[in-house]
């Protein structure tokens, strides 16, 4: 029967390293810094004002979504009214669905951030945080939105594309004979 032998340390390794560390500097003299006092931010220094967040999503849209509850009632899209951005009369409605439904109850300024996606998509989504942001001033009305399905997101994405296939199902032609 054949054993291996034990491997010893080498005397090269039990040896001091070549180079020896370097000591840290010494420092002889104290720094001082001067502390200026910091000025608390005034209402001129800092733009409070208070919203509700919420964010939708539909395919690869996003939007977020602010509700001013305390401004006059509009609505605003990237920067534009709801009318310049979705031009289309299914899309302005289907942002306003939520807020049709509940009435009255919701007062305020909204404005979306969104971005992704197509136009309907983008509509959707918008659509689904406006109707998170109502939720979120109003709790009374989740019943009413959710008998009219507004507070679920639609799961349906692009499948995405597979290899051996011209698609994410559609396979090459192919000759039976």
């Known amino acids: ?36 006092p910091v000025q608390p931010q005034t209402a001129a220094h800092v733009k409070k004002e208070k919203f509700l967040y919420s964010v939708g999503r ?14 006059e009632s509009a609505i605003e899209v990237n920067g534009q009214t709801l009318e310049r951005y979705f031009p289309l009369q299914k899309f302005q409605k289907s942002v306003r669905m939520p807020l049709d439904i509940v009435g009255l109850k919701v007062t305020g300024s909204i404005t979306i951030r969104v971005i992704g996606g197509g136009i309907r998509g983008q509509a959707e989504a918008a659509q689904l945080g406006i109707a998170r942001a109502i939720l979120q001033q109003s709790p009374e009305s989740r019943t009413i939105l959710k008998k009219a399905g507004l507070l679920r997101r639609d799961p349906r994405e ?14 090459p032609q192919w000759q039976k004979r």
């Open 1 to 36: 029967m054949i054993t291996k032998r034990k491997k010893t340390a080498s005397k090269k390794n039990l040896t001091k390293p070549r180079h020896p560390r370097k000591k840290p500097p010494v420092i002889t003299e104290k720094a001082t810094i001067e502390v200026q």
């Open 158 to 171: 692009k499948e995405r594309k597979k290899y051996g296939l011209r698609g994410a199902r559609r396979a």
């Open 58 to 71: 539909r395919k690869s849209s996003i939007a977020r979504v602010r509700l001013y509850p305390l401004r």
